[in-house]
């Protein structure tokens, strides 16, 4: 794996080692000393075209857990929103040895272009791309449904398996939805059954050959007691004209599309509720619901730093890479922490932390 | 003086071997009287073994935007020619999006004059249909047509003349002088920030949807129009099945409705947009490969009356980033003839002859353009391109002569290569190189300079 850039470049083997590396993490992740040395001496970039808090910090997370060296490089508004800046901002990135680049744009492809437009050697991931993709969403959400739903007594993270068998409904605004788009095809590839779940007006045209099955109606769905609800973040502002006047109002929105007490009560007892948040409470998820013991919604993002963890390390430290230790096969020890001063890799040694903003 | 040429066992159109005279800016001679002539001739004569060589009329481009004035970055109107004389015109029509907008007599003027100091094509500037082409008021569509430019195509191309009453204003005052309204169906609301075709593809990697029924909206509602008033309307850049369908039921209804492809919409879908690169971002979009077939056979049983290249250089930092900030275009002037061969005549559904219609008859005929897409006749101006079939060649953006490298077809191989162009007699391109005057201090490096 050279970079990340869409769930589709993940085969179902693949998809597994990403899984099963970073339920390892998750291991790591419950100790005092969080800190593992893998990526010592590293630098990764955290690059924002488009403000997102949360998944900035979960990535810088990640990337100092494995210590490497982060920036955070916000390059969102004036001079560097538009055109050849992407360009420029590469070319940046790559003179001050950036070996990864982790980035988030509000236009569909930009992580794909940064990756083959020959302007950086970087590994790419993608933070999250218009309406295109966001791949480390699709695999947190993956990670924490196998775990719920495929763990058990002796493997509680489900190492290993797949989703074969599993039916997800995926719910809300899947036309302008990359973590939809992402999850369609990950669901899809690890064996999952997913149904999306959306009035017309925010389902893309076209998407006939997406492998998924549509409905208009969510009771229906709910109806046949799919294993995991994923509630789809819907802006307010869709339903104004402006904003393309996708539905009549957001009463009538949560009415029909909106996860409630009551629909949240039809589901069969071992269904679980994801949202990839932020939240908007009240519209396409009640309070209940979110704070119903069902809601995963939190664990999500711890998993988010174990999953971004793992696909880091792959992408840098794997595949025999010296800097890094035996993967998915090693046993949790194998990533040795920080404390255990015997796996220190040859590179040299660098301050672990680094957030200084640049642009 | 200009030279003499004799173009010997050349086929005119589809016809068998025959010889050619060009001299006196006229075709002088055809058949063994070309010969004969030859021999009286004066020192100057240039003899081209054009054996397996097919002579076409000069090609005329209704679509071409040369950029100049406001954006002499990505084109100049010299550059622009030189290309289009490269690629076997004779004749091209300037579009109208420039800065400032060719929207007055004065500025279609300062292009007309530019491109005749310039010498590779005749060019015939477009007239905007409205004002700073903001789709408000009328611009001066007389004063264009009665300028030295005699502006005969009106259009807003890049934005779409949406509101139906100014359309129709259009269509029923250009009548006065035999003017045509050439609309770029773009349905405006439907288009809110799209960037590719609407369909399988951009459903998945999650680019906004052009969808195809903005066209065909548009045009729909445009032949209706153009039938109430009784006006001639030209349909640009016609892109989906949809669209080929409205426009065949239009001519059947004997509306006076003529429509273009682009060489581009013959021979690429959507598909190429998988890879992000803009240089595939176009307006109208890249469509499906139902469409393409559909653009094909429009042309091919007349639906579509000519190709038209809708030839947009941009620069470099236009392309070079993420598909959305790329600007919509694709270069085509050197590379129009042979996507047509490829496509139309290497495929058994056009001959030489409809090429010749479709390339230079009918465009000529819809801008009103004189002395152009005329018969290969004993006579009859000497604006002509020698046309090699057999010699394959593969396109470098880089060696083209037009300012931009925007060029979709980068890396393929293409059947056909222009010989020789023949403005009025003289030559613009021999050997498939354009001839730049030593005399004229832009070409003294061998390279037009803005
Ligand atoms: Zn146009």
Redesign the pocket.
């Known amino acids: 794996m050279r970079h990340l850039l869409s769930t589709t470049d993940l085969d179902r083997a693949a998809a597994i080692r990403v899984l099963d590396t970073a339920a390892q993490m998750a291991a790591t992740q419950g100790r005092q000393i969080k800190k593992l040395p893998t990526l010592r001496g590293r630098t990764v970039v955290n690059l924002f075209f488009e403000d997102s808090t949360r998944t900035r910090i979960s990535f810088e997370t990640a990337a100092k857990r494995l210590s490497a060296d982060v920036i955070n490089f916000s390059a969102k508004g004036s001079s560097v929103s538009k055109g050849e800046s992407l360009k420029d901002t590469a070319l940046t990135l790559q003179a001050m040895g950036a070996d990864a680049i982790v980035i988030r744009h509000q236009a569909s492809g930009a992580p794909h272009t940064l990756a083959h437009a020959g302007w950086t050697e970087a590994a790419v991931v993608n933070a999250g791309d218009g309406m295109h993709q966001h791949p480390t969403q699709a695999l947190l959400d993956a990670f924490t449904i196998r775990r719920h739903l495929t763990g058990g007594p002796g493997n509680p993270d489900g190492v290993g398996n797949d989703l074969a068998g599993l039916h997800v409904a995926v719910v809300g605004d899947v036309l302008h939805s990359r973590v939809a788009r992402s999850n369609v095809d990950l669901l899809h590839t690890l064996g999952a059954r997913v149904t999306l779940v959306a009035p017309p007006t925010l389902l893309p045209v076209g998407v006939g050959p997406w492998p998924a099955e549509v409905s208009y109606r969510l009771d229906d769905v709910l109806a046949q007691g799919p294993d995991a609800v994923m509630m789809l973040r819907v802006q307010r502002e869709r339903m104004s004209t402006a904003g393309g006047g996708f539905f009549p109002s957001p009463l009538e929105y949560t009415r029909l599309y909106g996860l409630d007490a009551r629909r949240l009560a039809t589901l069969p007892d071992h269904s679980i509720v994801l949202h990839p948040g932020p939240m908007n409470r009240g519209l396409e998820i009640s309070a209940d619901a979110a704070d119903s013991p069902r809601a995963v919604i939190v664990e999500q993002v711890a998993n988010g730093v174990a999953v971004r963890m793992a696909v880091l390390y792959l992408l840098l430290a794997g595949d025999g890479d010296t800097a890094g230790t035996a993967p998915a096969t090693g046993a949790v020890p194998a990533l040795t922490s920080a404390s255990s001063s015997g796996s220190t890799p040859a590179t040299t040694a660098a301050p672990t932390t680094t957030a200084g903003a640049t642009a | 003086m200009t030279a003499q040429y004799l173009l010997k066992d050349v086929r005119i159109l589809d016809g068998e071997p025959t010889d050619v005279l060009v001299a006196g800016g006229l075709v002088a001679a055809i058949g063994p009287e070309a010969g004969d002539a030859a021999e009286n001739a004066p020192d100057d004569l240039d003899v081209i073994d054009a054996t397996g060589m097919v002579l076409l009329p000069g090609l005329v481009d209704l ?1 071409t935007h040369l950029r100049e004035p406001g954006r002499e970055d990505a084109e100049t109107i010299a550059s622009g020619t030189r290309a289009a004389a490269a690629g076997g015109f004779t004749a091209v029509h300037a579009m109208a999006n420039t800065t400032p907008t060719q929207d007055t007599a004065g500025v279609v003027e300062q292009v007309w004059r530019l491109g005749a100091q310039a010498g590779w094509t005749d060019v015939h500037p477009v007239g905007a249909v409205s004002v700073g082409l903001a789709g408000e008021h009328l611009a001066e569509l007389g004063a264009m047509a009665d300028s030295a430019a005699r502006v005969r195509v009106f259009s807003d ?2 934005k779409c003349v949406h509101d139906p009453v100014l359309m129709r204003r259009a269509l029923e005052y250009v009548k006065a002088f035999d003017g045509v309204i050439a609309q ?1 169906a773009q349905e405006p609301r439907l288009t809110e920030g799209a960037q590719m075709h609407e369909g399988v593809v951009s459903a998945e990697i999650g680019l906004a949807g052009w969808p195809a029924v903005a066209e065909e909206a548009i045009i729909a509602r445009d032949v209706l129009l153009a039938e109430h008033v009784g006006s001639r309307l030209h349909v ?2 016609l892109s989906t099945a949809g669209s080929v369908e409205i426009v065949r039921w239009a001519k059947s209804r004997g509306i006076d409705v003529t429509a273009e492809v682009t060489p581009h919409h013959l021979v690429l879908t959507d598909e190429e947009a998988r890879g992000y690169d803009p240089v595939f971002k176009v ?2 979009p890249l469509r499906t490969q139902a469409d393409v077939d559909a653009v094909r056979e429009g042309l091919a049983d007349g639906t579509i009356d000519i190709v038209a290249t ?1 030839h947009a250089p941009h620069t470099r930092e236009d392309k070079d980033c993420e598909w959305a900030a790329a600007a919509f275009g694709m270069t085509g002037l050197e590379t129009a003839l042979s996507v047509v061969q490829q496509t139309m005549v290497d495929t058994g559904r056009m001959t030489w002859a409809d090429v010749a219609r479709v390339l230079s008859t009918n465009p000529a005929r819809i801008g009103r353009v004189e002395g152009h897409g005329r018969p290969i006749a004993v006579g009859e101006p000497a604006n002509l391109v020698l046309v090699d079939p057999e010699q394959r060649r593969v396109v470098e953006p880089e060696r083209q002569a037009t300012a931009s490298a925007n060029s979709p077809l980068r890396g393929r191989e293409l059947p056909g290569r222009v010989v020789a162009t023949f403005l009025r007699g003289r030559a613009t391109v021999l050997d498939g190189v354009p001839q730049d005057d030593p005399a004229d201090p832009r070409f003294a490096a061998g390279r037009v300079t803005p």
């Open positions: 679509h191309d890049g770029h640009c850049h307006n109208p809708d």
